[in-house]
T-cell receptor, first 112, second 117 residues
Framework: SQQGEEDPQALSIQEGENATMNCSYK?????LQWYRQNSGRGLVHLIL?????REKHSGRLRVTLDTSKKSSSLLITASRAADTASYFC????????????FGEGTQLTVNP | DAGVIQSPRHEVTEMGQEVTLRCKPI?????LFWYRQTMMRGLELLIY????????DSGMPEDRFSAKMPNASFSTLKIQPSEPRDSAVYFC???????????????FGAGTRLSVL
């Protein structure tokens, strides 16, 4: 079964707006990662946040992690049409070694 | 670096035929993963290898599916016999082994889109 659940399932915004996606998970984790998938392509790693971190930035991306609530959020600032893609959170459980467990994804559409 | 290479990109076959999907991981990566993606079930881990050894195949749907990794640069996923419900996109991913074994960043291939008629 999927470890993560993303919210919302779909998000449509205008170019320049910020996009926020949320992810919840069920078990203790070592780290949480976000991936992007463009239509017809493989997944691409965006950012990783460890369980002892609360916030991380990479360019226009900001990720937060709340281990007490078992949740994470991905914020994309100043969105562009090229950000249109599906976004997945994935967790590495404390006991799973290198195995990732993916959520169901959020489909983001950025309208020009 | 060419990234993870999968072949073929598209495969159309008839029910009952054998299908073999191929994957070349990134050189130097020690872990290899096979996933299946469908609209209904999302992204499912089928099996993964560490240093060419299968570690967890609990996601393999049934005995019709088998995977091998004869060396560090090649893996296959075979379906025999194939069924229409096997239609999906199959991804291969590889991951480097770092001092922190739980780091887990994976690099995905472009996928093989399988259609079983």
């Amino acid at each position: 079964s999927q470890q993560g659940e993303e919210d919302p399932q779909a998000l449509s915004i205008q170019e320049g707006e910020n996009a926020t996606m949320n992810c919840s998970y069920k078990t203790s984790i070592n780290n949480l990662q976000w991936y992007r998938q463009n239509s017809g392509r493989g997944l691409v790693h965006l950012i990783l946040i460890r369980s002892n971190e609360r916030e991380k930035h990479s360019g226009r991306l900001r990720v937060t992690l709340d281990t007490s609530k078992k949740s994470s959020s991905l914020l994309i600032t100043a969105s562009r049409a090229a950000d249109t893609a599906s976004y997945f959170c994935a967790t590495v459980r404390e006991t799973s070694g290198s195995r990732l467990t993916f959520g169901e994804g959020t489909q983001l559409t950025v309208n020009p | 670096d060419a990234g993870v290479i999968q072949s073929p990109r598209h495969e159309v076959t008839e029910m009952g035929q054998e299908v073999t999907l191929r994957c070349k991981p990134i050189s130097g990566h020690n872990s290899l993963f096979w996933y299946r993606q469908t609209m209904m079930r999302g992204l499912e881990l089928l099996i993964y290898f560490n240093n060419n050894v299968p570690i967890d195949d609990s996601g393999m749907p049934e005995d019709r599916f088998s995977a091998k990794m004869p060396n560090a640069s090649f893996s296959t996923l075979k379906i025999q016999p194939s069924e229409p419900r096997d239609s999906a996109v199959y991804f291969c991913a590889s991951s480097p082994m770092l001092p922190d074994l739980a780091y887990g960043i994976q690099y995905f291939g472009a996928g093989t889109r399988l259609s079983v008629l």
